[in-house]
């Protein structure tokens, strides 16, 4: 059965290629699309990995990179005289990333004026506390996008299983490693992404760990920061009262 996971953070193709682009340092008016089309399909086959619902547009996203793909490999043909050039195969995708980016950029420039209207009073301060909310902030400075890298970065380290004749006796489910990340957080109080996961010895075992991992994120009952670029990500509990 599918396992879904939805975060604030996370929006959807549009936001995946501009992530590969910042990640990659790329210049957005002049997309690798062959590249870019590669380590796009990489993450699709990281997420089904990952039994991850991968929505309908993300597929209509990664046919249209490969039709792009196609067309850019096609020679083309000399304009004659008088003729106007064809049009970049890439264009219209390109416009599609900048006005998505524009839009983005223009929440955030709300979202701060927002932050910045809710600290004005004009009248002496009253005690809010009664008023406050009782459950911790949402996730900030992580996306899903950053925390599949971490995950794609230990998959890679650990080898793949062989199928096995027997049926296996032990499978640790989401719901068990969710205690056990809990646990070890309780004592550690934070951690690295690397170590709360460094007790899944098997892919399948990293595979619910990494699960059950987003399981706490979305249920905001842990907090996930990287301080700097590519940083590795640290983990923190953030039990609700």
């Given amino acids: 059965m599918?396992?879904?996971?939805?975060?604030?953070?996370?929006s959807g193709p549009l936001d995946l290629l501009l992530h590969l682009i910042r990640k990659q340092e790329l210049n957005i008016h002049d997309i690798p699309i062959a590249m870019i089309t590669d380590q796009y399909l990489s993450y699709l086959h990281a997420m089904d990995e990952l039994s991850l619902?991968?929505?309908?547009?993300?597929?209509v996203m990664a046919a249209t990179l490969l039709a792009i793909k196609s067309r850019m490999l096609l020679p083309r043909p000399e304009p004659e005289p008088g003729q106007e050039e064809d049009v970049d195969p890439r264009a219209e995708l390109v416009e599609q990333l900048l006005e998505y980016q524009r839009a983005k950029w223009a929440a955030e420039q709300l979202?701060?004026?927002?932050?910045?209207?809710?600290?004005?009073?004009?009248r002496e301060a009253l005690d809010l506390t009664p008023y406050a909310p009782t459950d911790p902030p949402p996730v900030t400075g992580v996306t899903l996008w950053d925390l599949v890298d971490a995950f794609r970065s230990l998959l890679r380290k650990t080898p793949k299983e062989q199928p096995a004749a027997e049926i296996r006796g032990h499978v640790v489910s989401v719901e068990a490693m969710m205690e056990q990340m809990t646990h070890r957080l309780r004592l550690w109080k934070t951690c690295t992404f690397s170590?709360?996961?460094?007790?899944?010895?098997?892919?399948?075992?990293?595979?619910?760990?990494?699960?059950a991992l987003?399981?706490?994120?979305?249920?905001?009952?842990?907090?996930?920061?990287?301080?700097d670029p590519f940083a590795e990500i640290t983990i923190s509990l953030e039990e609700i009262a």
């Fill in 2 to 10: 599918a396992y879904e996971v939805v975060l604030d953070k996370f």
């Fill in 195 to 211: 170590q709360l996961l460094q007790f899944a010895r098997t892919r399948s075992e990293l595979v619910s760990g990494f699960l």
């Fill in 53 to 59: 619902e991968i929505a309908s547009e993300f597929l």
């Fill in 111 to 122: 979202k701060e004026r927002e932050q910045r209207q809710s600290l004005v009073f004009t």
């Fill in 214 to 227: 987003l399981e706490l994120v979305k249920n905001r009952v842990v907090v996930c920061e990287q301080r």
